[in-house]
């Protein structure tokens, strides 16, 4: 049982690791905004069968 109980707090603290990366990345790093355009071929914007 004690292997267990090892193996649950690895993962305990794998995981808190995880959500602390992902918590600081999400709260310190800002990302820059920067403008985006995408052509739509005509094809694409008239309806079928007409």
């Keep these: 049982m004690p292997t267990l109980f090892r193996f649950l707090a690895t993962l305990a ?5 995880v959500f602390a990366g992902m918590f600081s990345l999400a709260t310190f790093v800002q990302p ?16 079928p069968g007409r």
Excluded: D, H, N, Y
């Excluded at 603290?13 to 690791?17: F, Q, S």
């Excluded at 820059?32 to 309806?47: C, G």
């Design 13 to 17: 603290i794998l995981g808190g690791l």
């Design 32 to 47: 820059t905004p920067r403008e985006m355009s995408v052509s739509i071929p005509s094809a694409k914007l008239q309806p």
